[in-house]
């Protein structure tokens, strides 16, 4: 299977702890973007990566949140200090180098659940 | 800022009938993209289609088609002869350059 790949596809931690997702985007995108869905609602922007760089950050990322991708490859997305209102589904999609706004392709994302 | 507005919270409909779902949109940018997504409920958004703004063209596609009106900043998409398998929700996006701003959603039934 050769799309957009998001791990754990689960996750259930504790107030306070820190949680850390990963998503491997298709192999020849150069455009990685997180999204957060709650329940009810379409997903909202988090931030956005070409290649290596951190190109956009949504106000929604607070200083709890850190994304990386350090090799224009994968991507991680981190929570520290996990609250309750982090409850949410973390999405990543992916999209081609072109110079058209082609469609995001988007993996089945990294339900989180904050006890 | 970039709204989307799907004033449709749900809808149910019995097999082989048509599904419209509408969308309204904001923007002031000149150059935009829509598009919609299909969420079933393993929870991947897959694309079904996209229309920039400068091509009010409607189209029908298998199954599928769009009405795209920019006077009314209206962006309708249609399913005919709706099946099970369609039964999803279903999300209105907005694309300035890259990020997507969605709508809430519409969850379409279809029922056997």
């Known amino acids: 299977d050769t799309g957009v790949s998001q791990n754990p596809r689960h996750k259930i931690t504790k107030r306070g702890q820190n949680v850390t997702f990963r998503c491997d985007p298709i192999s020849e995108h150069n455009r990685l973007y997180w999204y957060r869905q709650t329940l009810g609602q379409g997903p909202e922007f988090l931030t956005y990566?070409?290649?290596?760089?951190?190109?956009?950050k949504s106000r929604l990322l607070s200083d709890r949140f850190s994304a990386e991708r350090p090799k224009g490859s994968f991507s991680t997305l981190e929570i520290q200090r996990t609250e309750q209102g982090d409850s949410a589904m973390y999405l990543c999609?992916?999209?081609?180098?072109?110079?058209?706004?082609?469609?995001?392709?988007f993996g089945q994302g990294t339900r989180l659940t904050v006890v | 800022a970039q709204k989307v507005t799907q004033a449709q919270t749900e809808i149910s409909v019995v097999e082989k009938e048509d599904v419209t779902l509408d969308c309204v949109y904001e923007?002031?940018?000149?150059?935009?993209?829509l598009f919609w997504y299909k969420q079933p409920p393993s929870g991947e958004l897959v694309f079904l289609i996209r229309r920039n703004s400068f091509d009010e063209q409607n189209e029908i596609s298998g199954r599928y088609s769009w009405n795209f009106q920019k006077s009314t900043s209206s962006f309708n998409f249609t399913i005919t002869a709706s099946q099970v398998v369609d039964s999803a929700v279903y999300f209105c996006a907005l694309s300035d350059l890259y990020k997507l701003s969605f709508g809430a959603g519409t969850t379409v039934t279809v029922r056997a």
């Open positions: 990566f070409q290649n290596e760089a951190q190109l956009e």
């Open positions: 923007t002031r940018d000149t150059t935009y993209y």
């Open positions: 999609a992916s999209s081609p180098p072109t110079g058209e706004n082609t469609e995001a392709f």
